[in-house]
């Protein structure tokens, strides 16, 4: 009965909890230019598509499919499906199970997405600065969305572009 | 008691959700098509297509939205916020005239379109300010 009771709320909230934009979805927060330079390298180059293609090599080597590429824009899409089980909650939910609370959902895998986009830039447009920008949906046991947020940790973005620097010396040398 | 429950659940149900019908779902029938221009649309005193298009893809990715597609020809980009929410955005620009760039966007919250004005000024607001930069770096 108290299931039902807790559904009965839930549902409330679901449905009247009036779901409006949060007042910062569409300002620029405090550490979004923090952000930017940390998803951001510059390459000095005019061939923004040949930067472009090492990405676009790259994010195969990191096992993404490409969903959507534009090259006039500098636009290039792709995603994953992984598994998102992580050992904590798995043992959490074993022991909850254990003390008779019944099967706890645990996560189950997630999506990832990577986004580049790259931009001819300075004073004669001799650079190319190339931006990466991560996120995930993670389902549970349920199917239920668990997370669903941006990947802000800087060692992802500094991995990514020192395997992109390899990329491009690769690629320059036709590997 | 039980079953009670299971009554009160399902007729709120009904009660919350059954007032919209498809058809004023697919069509967003309710909202005035010429409020909703006027708040989703600003004009920019400029003609380079691509380069402002480029200035809303930064925008966007500065204010944490991740792309979903762009195409140069048509001139539109939709991208993807994240963050315990999902805010999906569509941008387009066409030109106005000889000396000017329309830029609309529109939005959806979840599952629900966002027609305040305040979110989209931001989103304008925002984008003005890279628009300046931009235009500061090519001098």
């Known amino acids: 009965m108290k299931k039902v009771l807790a559904l009965f709320l839930v549902s409330i909230f679901l449905v009247t909890g009036c779901q409006t934009i949060p007042k910062d979805a569409l300002t620029l927060s405090p550490e979004s230019l923090a952000e930017r330079q940390m998803q ?4 000095e180059t005019k061939d923004e598509a040949k ?8 994010l195969q ?8 590429s534009e090259t006039k824009m500098g636009l290039i899409t792709s995603s994953k499906m992984r598994s998102a ?3 904590g909650q798995i043992a959490g939910a074993i022991l909850i199970a254990l003390l008779g609370g019944g099967a706890t959902p645990v996560d189950k895998e997630q999506k990832m997405r990577a986004c580049v986009v790259t931009r001819p830039t300075g004073e004669q447009e001799s650079y190319v600065a190339v931006r990466v920008t991560f996120q995930r949906i993670v ?17 992802v973005y500094q991995e990514f572009f020192d395997k992109l620097s390899k990329a491009i010396f690769l690629e320059g040398q036709e590997i | 008691m039980k079953r009670k429950f299971s009554l009160i659940l399902i007729v709120s149900v009904f009660f919350f959700t059954g007032c919209a019908t498809t058809q004023q779902r697919l069509l967003d029938s309710e909202s005035s098509q010429v409020q909703l221009r006027s708040i989703q649309t600003r004009a ?4 380079d297509k691509e380069k402002t298009l480029r200035t809303v893809m930064s925008t966007l990715q500065d204010l944490g939205f991740v792309l979903d597609k762009a195409d140069a020809t048509l001139g539109t980009v939709s991208a993807t916020k994240l963050k315990g929410y999902a805010l999906r955005m569509t941008v387009t620009v066409r030109p106005r005239g000889e000396t000017q760039l329309l830029v609309r966007a529109n939005a959806q919250y979840n599952v629900r379109p966002v027609t305040d004005p ?3 000024q ?5 984008l003005e300010k890279a628009m300046f930069l931009t235009a500061h770096q090519a001098d």
């Open chain 1, 40 to 43: 951001t390298r510059k390459y």
């Open chain 1, 51 to 58: 930067i472009l293609a090492a990405c676009a090599g790259l």
């Open chain 1, 61 to 68: 080597d990191m096992g993404f499919n490409i969903d959507e």
């Open chain 1, 85 to 87: 089980e992580n050992a």
């Open chain 1, 139 to 155: 389902w549970n046991t349920q199917g239920h969305v668990t997370k669903s947020e941006s990947i802000i940790d800087p060692s």
């Open chain 2, 44 to 47: 920019f005193d400029t003609t």
């Open chain 2, 118 to 120: 305040e979110p989209y």
């Open chain 2, 122 to 126: 931001q989103f304008f607001t925002s």
